[in-house]
């Protein structure tokens, strides 16, 4: 009777360790992949040397040197980070997040699956059309916005939004405005933060315009998908 016993439970225990090996790589399989990598210069994923063809998970980390770059593309959107240039990836809901710590990102994004987050807040495209632009952070509490094409909605850490038009430039700062508002009579009120809009120079003179930044993100990622899988 003990050995008969014995024997369920030995069989009940591979079982589950088989059940536990077949379960593993399905879920690694299933794992919502971000992207995949198809440009690479001196850049890295997650602390390791970015290999062109390699997928891109969320919570990957993505970061270019000095005199780097590296190009991610996800179905027909790309993410092309310039030099100096960190950002987090994740999902949220049917778009790509690229979390950006520090540098310069540039973009193309189909309407609703690409955006970028910043300490101003979301960016995004306006849900209408394709958008090209790029995103720079010059500080922890500034960002430059320029769209080359479409249109860009900022959901701003002040709970406002604004809309950036193709051809325009912003630098927006966070102005941070104190716990609270002493001017009422005494009592105490929480002021958060402020977003400070200033119109910049406009996006056709800055660096190329948009002939060269089309350029970079359409020609490159067509010509690169022919050898890289970018079907994720």
Not at 39 to 63: C, F, H
């Amino acid at each position: 009777m003990r050995s008969r016993i014995i024997r369920r439970l030995r069989s009940l225990l591979f079982a589950l360790l088989a059940a536990g090996l077949f379960t593993i790589p399905a879920m690694a399989a299933n794992s919502p992949v971000v992207g995949t990598i198809v440009t690479s210069e001196n850049a890295t994923l997650s602390n390791i040397a970015a290999a062109r063809g390699a997928d891109v998970y969320p919570g990957d980390t993505l970061a270019t040197e000095e005199n780097g770059s590296l190009r991610i593309a996800s179905g027909a959107n790309q993410l092309y980070l310039l030099d100096s240039t960190d950002v987090t990836m994740s999902r949220e809901g049917d778009a790509i997040r690229a979390s950006l710590g520090g540098g310069t990102i540039d973009f193309s994004g189909l309407p609703g699956q690409v955006e970028i987050q910043t300490p101003l807040g979301v960016i995004r495209g306006d849900g209408t059309r394709r958008v090209v632009a790029q995103v720079a952070m010059i500080s922890a509490t500034q960002v430059q916005i320029s769209v080359y094409e479409g249109a860009l909605l900022v959901s701003a850490a002040d709970g406002t939004s604004k809309t950036i038009a193709a051809g325009e430039a912003y630098a927006a700062s966070i102005d941070s405005r104190g716990p609270t508002d002493p001017g009422i009579q005494g009592v105490g009120r929480p002021r958060g933060i402020k977003i400070n809009w200033r119109r910049v120079a406009a996006v056709a003179i800055v660096g190329g315009g948009l002939a060269a930044v089309t350029y970079e993100l359409y020609n490159v990622f067509t010509e690169s998908c022919s050898k890289v899988n970018c079907g994720h």
